[in-house]
């Protein structure tokens, strides 16, 4: 059965997802001082980081409008369902506008099919659950079926994050100057991960050190998850690739899931992590 994979920018795809699925993607906005731009599309990720640099700022980001969303999912060949797999809603109106969207579209052509699904996640996260959907198109699930699978991934996707530098916090004014000084002063790392609840992103844990905490995040898996041989593991990094696949190789060594996806952060994504984090998805027990 064919099925019209969707999601916005906040997802960050790996090339072994993109260049096999035709996966749509609608893009968020950046706002910087001098104008704005759509994530992936005006702006890649070196064009962002050079833009931070020159401008000394971050971006302010804003959700695809519900227009944004009816005119993407009008493209698609009406006799083809959509499932929209959307940024968590605990960080952005992307979910809601994309749901409106649909039912503008609706109220036209009452005959298609659309679901948007609150992933509860972002970036590598959404990615491990597209290849998810992919896989169980292949497998011949209903459109109905598909849905219901989906919704109880959603929940039972773990999305971890380690920061490297909280300048990114600072800057975007989501930590106090001097809380951030002293951080870095005492070498701080900031442990975090999505909310399993509402999917906003919550602080774990602050590890002393860079080392610890990168052993501290690999240690974690294990809290989630004690089955991985017929898992995947989803990764996304911040403008770190060998610091990534060094990260990513320690952790299959402990873990040995049966493949991995692993990416660069794009614009949006980096926004919030800031140069060298760290970004891991799977599915818990």
Do not use: W
């Not at 000394?56 to 009816?70: G, I, T």
């Not at 990615?127 to 079926?145: D, M, V």
């Amino acid at each position: 059965m064919d099925v019209q994979l969707m999601t916005d920018s906040g997802a960050d795809i790996p090339e072994k997802l993109s260049n096999d699925f035709d996966i749509k993607v609608v893009p968020l906005y950046l706002h910087f001082s001098d104008g704005q731009y759509k994530s992936g599309v005006d702006m890649d990720t070196p064009a962002f980081y050079q833009k931070v640099a020159e401008l000394n700022e971050l971006p302010r980001s804003a959700a695809p409008s519900p227009h944004d969303f009816y005119h993407a999912y009008k493209k698609v060949d009406p006799t083809v369902p959509i499932l929209m797999l959307s940024l968590t809603k605990g960080l952005s109106s992307t979910f809601e506008n994309a749901v409106t969207g649909k039912d503008m579209l609706l109220e036209e052509e009452p005959e298609r099919k659309i679901e948007v699904i609150n992933t509860k996640t972002a970036s590598c996260g959404i990615a491990l659950l597209l290849g998810e959907a992919h896989a169980k198109i292949n497998e011949n699930y209903s459109f109905e079926q598909l849905v219901e699978h989906m919704k109880i991934r959603s929940e039972q996707t773990t999305t971890l994050f380690v920061l490297k530098t909280l300048e990114n916090l600072v800057m975007g004014g989501r930590l106090d100057k001097v809380k951030g000084t002293i951080a870095k002063t005492l070498n701080i790392k900031l442990l975090m991960k999505a909310n399993e609840e509402v999917g906003d992103i919550e602080v774990t844990e602050k590890v002393r050190g860079d080392k610890k905490s990168i052993r501290r995040f690999i240690d974690q898996i294990g809290e989630y998850t004690k089955n991985v041989e017929d898992k995947i593991i989803s990764m996304t990094h911040c403008n770190a690739e060998d610091r990534a696949k060094t990260v990513l190789e320690e952790i299959r060594k402990k873990y040995p899931f049966k493949d991995a996806y692993l990416t660069e952060c794009g614009p949006l994504i980096s926004t919030y992590g800031g140069e060298g984090a760290l970004v891991i998805s799977f599915f818990k027990d």
